[in-house]
């Protein structure tokens, strides 16, 4: 059984810095994987999706990597602004086409 | 383009009451998803909607739980009787396709239910 899992649970980093989420999960047998943004109160917003053949994804100052070997994948945020706080979720589509969402990351940027 | 549209926003409710949810997908999406989020966990599929017709209810506890989308359009999600584990987030997504990795999912702002 595919399992998704996050780390930190929660992280709290001054404006400006450059930070990292971490995102495994247990079956490389993936179809893609996919880096959401929840704001309290909203829905999902779609950040980024790499798909299985692919090793990074870019979108402004985003980054996402994906290694399927060692399960791993990170989203790297440069330059931080508070408006980044957020909770952001790494999903995985699996072999049947379906979405398996890590707990996600709680971030807070301080001014 | 208007969004996936949810309501009621939030409602508090005793246990063993019922409640009800209603989803508006993006006009002309086939695909409809439902999925519950706990506090401190990432969302679950629930139940997937092709059109009016279920595709996948496995994770659905049809105890208590039950969806309809009667028309191909709006759906609705209900809990009769609802327990105090049913406190959450429920979500709503639509895609265009027939879903699929390839088939991106847009999601409402969500239902955040407590339940007393």
């Known amino acids: 059984k595919q399992e998704v899992t996050q780390i930190p649970a929660a992280l709290s980093v001054p404006e400006g810095e450059n930070l990292v989420l971490n995102c495994s999960f247990t079956d490389s047998a993936i179809y893609n994987l996919q880096w959401f943004r929840q704001d309290p109160g909203k829905g999902l917003t779609s950040l980024l999706l790499?798909?299985?053949?692919?090793r990074e994804q870019t979108s402004g100052r985003l980054n996402a990597s994906l290694d399927k070997s060692s399960g791993r994948s990170t989203l790297y945020i440069a330059a931080s602004q508070p408006g980044d706080s957020a909770t952001y979720l790494c999903?995985?589509?699996?072999?049947?086409?379906?979405?398996?969402f890590g707990q996600g990351t709680e971030l807070s940027v301080k001014p | 383009e208007a969004g996936v549209a949810q309501s009621p926003r939030y409602k508090i409710i005793e246990k063993r009451q019922s409640v009800a949810f209603w989803c508006n997908p993006i006009s002309g999406h086939a695909t409809l998803y439902w999925y519950q989020q706990i506090l401190g966990q990432g969302p679950k599929l629930l139940i997937q909607f092709q059109n009016n017709g279920v595709v996948d209810d496995s994770q659905l506890p049809k105890d208590r739980f039950s969806a309809e989308r009667l028309k191909g359009v709006d759906s609705t999600l209900k809990i009769q009787p609802a327990k105090l584990e049913d406190s959450a987030v429920y979500l709503c997504?639509?895609?265009w396709g027939a879903g699929g990795p390839t088939d991106t999912q847009y999601f409402g702002p969500g239902t955040r239910l407590t339940v007393l």
């Open positions: 997504a639509s895609s």
């Open positions: 999903a995985i589509y699996n072999q049947g086409g379906k979405l398996i």
């Open positions: 790499i798909q299985s053949s692919q």
